[in-house]
């Protein structure tokens, strides 16, 4: 924990950094210690903000003052490697690849990768994918750790509506598109899951330091489980995740 | 059935304070652009000071009142009329059933809030009221207000206890250069000395580009050490982002949760109601202070509104 930095960003939150590039460990560090903060004792913590290699803590200056958290941050710190960390969960994503209407870009996906589409689907759904954070829109994942071997680079021109659900490559990232917006990644497949639904109990299915596994469903299973959600909501499958799973 | 919305204004939000705990998965916290007078509104009309507000920029709106209530209107001086004749800011006001609030035209700053005794009828997205236009969540119907909405009262009043008492002394004066106190960081490393220097003592000129997410302005060049790109991470109300073009833009309300530009301080919470009222043309300096300081300023504000909410008691 040497390198940990704490940046003032105004008078009501203070920025944890980790680091200063993007890797597993690091936010591995981040996601303890946001579990071993939210099971503190310390008073006036508003909400965290984890992203790819800081913890931004919003808190109440009425409760507690910068000097006193700064104290107190720095003891959870200390004991960082004394506190149990339960292991990620693996989000199970269910998804229909290719197709005109779903993954309409699968096929160039393939071709750019000198495979086939059977074998850009293999690889896609061969990876439990890192949630670094969570931004841009409500429920967007940027996720790491895709095969640079199917990564594509973007639509030359992007499109004006991609649907809620869509599965996405864009130059080595992957990611879910969850709600309707343009965008110019190579659209590949959709999820039936709703990753964000603003009137739900959890708003947003997915959290930062969860993974995520994508795995091929036919157009049968995508009907039922959309109607599921549609209809009392469809709960996705989970596992704790191996060490060194993949 | 309580207002009907004849005109919209430019720019008429569902605002409270913000949606809390959802920045986290990507969630902006929107809110009122300046906290501070959204809760005078708010005190002064009988509320608890997080109660939702009407938002209105620059042209405010034009409201019929289909039924009787107390309403108070805080920051900039937009020229509201009741039937015509100019009504007070900052001071609490019964309205009659079949009144019109009406804004001429903006005469002081570019934003005000109007509270509603009791609040509005508006539900609750996310455990807020706060529109959030992007995501056309929350406020009413996720977007601003259009001509023919109906906006329901939660529970109005005729009148309120001690209404000569509800005057409140407005708190925005015109200037020609505005001071935005800043804490500096978080980025404050990623410039040159001279970067740091120029920001500090330049005067910055605000630009039309400015909306609920950010104000852009127009000003001396602040010189980075290498450039003005970071690896994305979170971004606080007031956040200074200085990308590598130089010039700066101020994070707003309904600012992303996540960025990767160079931040090099952050306007102070006390000096928000001064932020909120800047203009396309206005002139901004900025002054630094250690976040103690700027600590103890919001404490100072948050006291005094605690105070003033005794007269709801």
């Known amino acids: ?246 | 059935m309580s207002i009907t919305v004849l005109n919209p204004g430019l720019l008429t939000t569902v605002q409270d304070q913000g949606r809390i705990g959802y920045q986290q998965f990507g969630v902006s916290v929107s809110g009122v652009m300046d906290p501070r007078s959204a809760a005078l509104a708010n005190i002064l009309a009988g509320n608890g000071q997080e109660e939702a507000v009407l938002e209105c920029t620059m042209m405010g709106p034009q409201l019929q009142f289909d039924k009787a209530n107390v309403i108070a209107i805080t920051g900039g001086d937009l020229g509201p009329t009741l039937d015509g004749k100019a009504v007070p800011g900052y001071q609490a006001v019964a309205v009659k059933a079949g009144q019109v609030l009406k804004f001429t035209a903006p005469k002081a700053g570019c934003r005000a809030f109007i509270a509603f005794a009791g609040g509005l009828d508006i539900p609750l997205t996310m455990g807020s009221r706060s529109t959030y236009m992007k995501a056309k969540i929350g406020g009413f119907k996720g977007r601003k207000l259009e001509k023919g909405d109906v906006i329901g009262f939660r529970a109005p009043v005729e009148t309120l206890k001690r209404m000569e008492d509800r005057v409140l002394k407005p708190e925005f004066a015109p200037k020609p250069v505005y001071t935005l106190r800043v804490v500096m960081g978080p980025q404050d490393d990623y410039f040159t000395g001279a970067g740091i220097d120029t920001f500090l003592s330049g005067t910055y000129t605000v630009t039309p580009e400015f909306d609920r997410m950010g104000c852009r302005l127009d000003g001396p060049v602040i010189a980075h050490k290498e450039g003005g790109d970071i690896i994305s991470d979170g971004i606080a109300f007031g956040a200074i982002q200085v990308p590598s073009a130089g010039t700066p833009i101020i994070m707003l309300g309904d600012r992303q949760t996540t960025g990767g530009y160079t931040k090099i301080a952050t306007v102070i919470t006390a000096d928000f109601r001064i932020l909120a009222q800047l203009k396309a043309g206005d002139k901004v300096q900025f002054v630094k202070v250690p976040v103690e300081y700027a600590q103890g300023l919001l404490l100072a504000q948050r006291a005094a509104q605690k105070a003033l909410s005794k007269i709801n008691a």
């Open chain 1, 1 to 246: 924990m040497a390198d940990v930095r704490f940046l003032l960003t105004g008078d009501t939150s203070v920025c944890v950094e980790f680091g200063n590039e993007i890797s597993e460990s690091i936010n591995a560090q981040i996601r303890a210690f946001n579990i071993a903060l939210s099971n503190s004792d310390i008073p006036g913590i508003v909400e965290t903000v984890p992203t790819y290699r800081s913890l931004m803590v919003h808190y109440d200056p009425e409760v507690i003052r910068y000097a006193p958290l700064m104290d107190k941050l720095k003891g959870l710190l200390g004991q960082l490697d004394k506190i149990t960390i339960p292991p990620s969960e693996v989000l199970e994503i269910p998804v229909l690849y290719g197709g005109e209407e779903m993954g309409p870009d699968l096929k160039f996906v393939a071709e750019h990768a000198g495979k086939t589409e059977e074998e850009v689907i293999k690889i896609h759904t061969s990876t439990e994918y890192l949630i670094y954070m969570l931004g841009f829109t409500p429920g967007f994942t940027y996720l790491g750790g895709m095969d640079e071997a199917i990564a594509t680079p973007r639509l030359k021109t992007p499109r004006v509506k991609i649907p809620a659900g869509s599965v996405g490559i864009a130059g080595s990232q992957t990611g879910v598109y969850p709600i309707d917006s343009p965008g110019g990644w190579q659209l590949i497949g959709r999820t039936p899951v709703r990753m964000y639904d603003a009137n739900r109990k959890t708003p947003i299915l997915p959290q930062a330091g969860q993974y995520i596994k994508f795995y091929a469903i036919d157009q049968a299973e995508f009907d039922r489980i959309a109607a599921q959600e549609a209809a009392e909501g469809y709960q996705v499958k989970r596992h704790p995740r191996k060490e060194g799973g993949k």
